[in-house]
């Protein structure tokens, strides 16, 4: 058994290492609101991001609003493409002009917050796994010292079990600087019944699928991963029109 867990971690590895190549760079933000500013927020953050589309280039983020969960109010996922894009002197004197226009509206607006850039799917991954969504899973992780790779591995291999049930499988985004979250995982569903049928699997079709993606059995899914965490934050959260 630990044989066959170490080739499927293998392969896990390589699959992680493929998609790296396709990978582009965003920019997360959990957002806060101040008391009683959330739809505010929401409409200041829509005009931003118009705003930031048009003058600068910024492709259209994936946005999404808190529904329970974690403490954040809004997550906003940008597209960067990469550093040289989002640091290119041209687009680089237009974002701090927007920001100088909107700073004062959004320090009334925002009680907290955090940012952290992020390596992740390509567009088109993103876009054929969360357009048209209502809801979202949202998990977060800090690794444990030395588990930084076997975290995303983990990750990995909760996919392929996904992928092997017929579930939506995971968007996975790791972290490159920013706030302290190692990786966290965006699961995209259409809507609260669609999210719950992962509950409701034939135990024998996902022991088997448990053990072809590399976990001693499907209870052990979940154990398995808090050996790798130090801590971990789960959101639900819904799609903003």
């Known amino acids: 058994m630990r044989k066959l867990c170490w080739i499927v971690m293998m392969f896990a590895c390589a699959l992680l290492a493929g998609a790296q190549g396709n990978e582009i760079l ?35 983020p994936l946005w999404m609003r808190h529904s329970q969960g974690d ?8 597209p960067l493409g990469s550093y040289a894009d989002y640091y290119g002197q ?20 925002i009680a907290w917050q955090e940012d952290v850039f992020v390596h992740g799917p390509p567009l088109e991954a ?22 930084h790779d076997e975290l995303i591995h983990q990750r990995v291999m909760e996919n392929s079990f996904s992928q092997a049930m017929k579930l939506p499988q995971n968007l996975i985004f790791v972290r ?34 448990a053990k072809a993606a590399g ?7 979940g154990p398995y991963l808090r050996t790798l965490i130090s801590l971990h934050r789960d959101t639900l959260a819904v799609a903003i029109k």
């Open 90 to 109: 041209e687009r680089a004197a237009k974002r701090e002009k927007l920001q100088g226009e909107f700073r004062s509206a959004l320090q009334q607006d």
């Open 215 to 221: 976990f001693e059995s499907a209870a052990q899914i």
């Open 126 to 147: 993103l876009h054929k796994s969360c357009d048209g969504a209502g809801l979202f899973h949202v998990e977060m992780f800090q690794a444990l010292p030395g588990k």
């Open 71 to 78: 403490r954040w109010d809004l997550l906003i996922i940008s």
């Open 26 to 60: 965003y920019k997360a933000s959990l957002i806060q609101a101040a008391p009683g500013k959330l739809l505010e927020l929401i409409d200041l953050e829509k005009k931003i991001a118009a705003e930031s589309e048009k003058a600068a280039g910024y492709m259209t």
């Open 176 to 209: 490159d600087q920013g706030a302290a979250w190692d990786v966290f995982t965006v699961g995209c569903y259409r809507n609260l019944k669609h999210y719950a049928e992962g509950s409701d699997l034939p135990p024998a079709d996902a022991q088997a699928a």
